[in-house]
T-cell receptor
Framework: DTAVSQTPKYLVTQMGNDKSIKCEQN?????MYWYKQDSKKFLKIMFS???????INETVPNRFSPKSPDKAHLNLHINSLELGDSAVYFC??????????FGSGTQLSVL | AQKVTQAQTEISVVEKEDVTLDCVYE???????LFWYKQPPSGELVFLIR??????QNEISGRYSWNFQKSTSSFNFTITASQVVDSAVYFC??????????????FGKGTHLIIQP
């Protein structure tokens, strides 16, 4: 069983389109996250959701909107995609001990 | 504010050599956690170790060892007798209590380790 699963693994799209990335965790964790990894491999947190409540939003453009229908899911919706949005997006979850369990990543390419 | 510095952007060694990856951190909290993650060429992020700020005992796991020194705010990672499969990007990360426990990890910029056969 995959602990944190995200889909799709690859996403290629045109500028201006709207796309979503889905994430699910079966670990029973209370907190889920979205991280962005840029071309230089730098990992930066975008969002954190704790029990379906947004905890932090690290100056991410409002074109990015996390949506959490329940505490096992945290989807990322992106409007009006731009070239600079091309990156690898990682979903993660944690509980208490702060060890993050990461999904396998979604490589987004905006053409 | 918390910060993690991995000054070594890239390290290249020949197989079987020992290699140490440096990590220096900054935090105002007395309670915090330090981590190392590995990202192989396949792209996934693999957890290696977690250490809390009250446990300065060094840890060894096979060829891997970690040296935590609060006096110098460092949490260095050593691979003994490196192998080609160790080639990856290694991230050091920090989590403190400033965000109430749900602010995730602050990562360093990573060290790209290349093990040449």
């Amino acid at each position: 069983d995959t602990a944190v699963s995200q889909t799709p693994k690859y996403l290629v799209t045109q500028m201006g389109n709207d796309k979503s990335i889905k994430c699910e965790q079966n670990l029973g964790h209370d907190t889920m996250y979205w991280y962005k990894q840029d071309s230089k491999k730098f990992l930066k947190i975008m969002f954190s959701y704790n029990n379906k409540e947004l905890i932090i939003n690290e100056t991410v453009p409002n074109r990015f909107s996390p949506k959490s229908p329940d505490k096992a899911h945290l989807n990322l919706h992106i409007n009006s995609l731009e070239l600079g949005d091309s990156a690898v997006y990682f979903c993660a979850s944690s509980q208490g001990n702060r060890k993050l369990f990461f999904g396998s990543g979604t490589q987004l390419s905006v053409l | 504010a918390q910060k993690v510095t991995q000054a070594q952007t890239e390290i290249s060694v020949v197989e079987k050599e020992d290699v140490t990856l440096d990590c220096v951190y900054e935090t105002r909290d007395t309670t915090y956690y330090l981590f190392w993650y590995k990202q192989p060429p396949s792209g996934e992020l693999v957890f290696l170790i977690r250490r809390n700020s009250f446990d300065e005992q060094n840890e060894i796991s096979g060829r891997y060892s970690w040296n935590f020194q609060k006096s110098t705010s460092s949490f260095n990672f050593t691979i003994t007798a490196s192998q080609v499969v160790d080639s990856a990007v290694y991230f050091c990360a920090l989590s403190d209590l400033s965000g109430g426990g749900a602010d995730g990890l602050t990562f360093g910029k990573g060290t790209h380790l290349i093990i040449q056969p």
